[in-house]
């Protein structure tokens, strides 16, 4: 069984950069922009989360850049 969310645990640490609606003029898709998250290291790692506005049930993920930038860090309080 599949879980709608379960996209979202794939492990890496990403921070949500915000979203926009493609096309712009009637849109049909909307596409959520992350970036890797490290704690003052700039990164081109990142993550896109494609679905449609009519069924979100369906998305696409779409990683772009160098995930050997992805380090293991430390989950809950130091």
């Known amino acids: ?3 709608a969310e379960d996209w979202i645990a794939d492990g890496y640490r ?3 950069n915000g979203t926009s609606q ?3 003029k009637n849109p049909v898709m909307r596409k959520v922009h992350y ?3 490290l704690k003052d ?5 990142k993550k896109y989360v ?5 069924d979100p049930e369906y998305i696409l993920i779409h990683y772009t850049g160098d995930d050997s930038e992805a ?3 430390p989950h ?3």
């Open 1 to 3: 069984m599949c879980f």
């Open 14 to 16: 990403f921070r949500q």
């Open 22 to 24: 493609m096309p712009r």
């Open 35 to 37: 970036q890797l998250f």
């Open 41 to 45: 290291i700039q990164t081109t790692f």
């Open 50 to 54: 494609y679905s449609l506005i009519s």
């Open 71 to 73: 380090v293991d860090i």
């Open 76 to 78: 809950g309080t130091l």
